[in-house]
């Protein structure tokens, strides 16, 4: 499975953004999909997962009520629309596929395949 991330950029605090991520190679509509990011010299963080189906979704606490992780199985894309961005939110962020149907608690290890990441960068 090869996904690939785009729709990153520079937007200022307060703004909005929404990355995708299209994948290929694979049978899109019966993987969990996630979003994770990783600060310069931070680790890797959980941001958002939907099911398979598109009926679950959990994300982290630190964007709960201001990202929504979406998806369209007929295009086997997976979405991250970012609101009321923060300069801490600045992050490549991460897409991944998992081969689970979902993925209930944000694990990193759940995850199969990984694209190569958008950057984000939030100026305050």
């Known amino acids: 499975v090869r996904l690939q991330a785009c729709g990153g950029g520079l937007v200022q605090a307060g703004g909005s953004l929404r990355v995708s991520c299209a994948a290929s190679?694979?049978?899109?509509?019966?993987?969990?999909m996630g979003w994770f990011r990783q600060a310069p010299g931070k680790e890797r963080h959980f941001v958002a997962t939907?099911?398979?189906?598109?009926?679950?979704?959990y994300y982290a606490d630190s964007v709960k009520g201001r990202f929504t992780i979406f998806r369209d199985n007929a295009k086997n894309t997976v979405y991250l629309q970012m609101n009321s961005l923060k300069p801490e939110d600045t992050a490549v962020y991460f897409c991944?596929?998992?081969?689970?149907?979902?993925?209930?608690?944000?694990?990193?290890?759940?995850?199969?395949?990984w694209g190569q990441g958008t950057l984000v960068t939030v100026s305050s």
């Open positions: 991944a596929a998992s081969r689970q149907p979902a993925d209930w608690g944000g694990s990193v290890n759940l995850y199969d395949y």
């Open positions: 190679g694979g049978t899109f509509n019966r993987y969990a």
């Open positions: 939907i099911s398979w189906n598109g009926d679950y979704t």
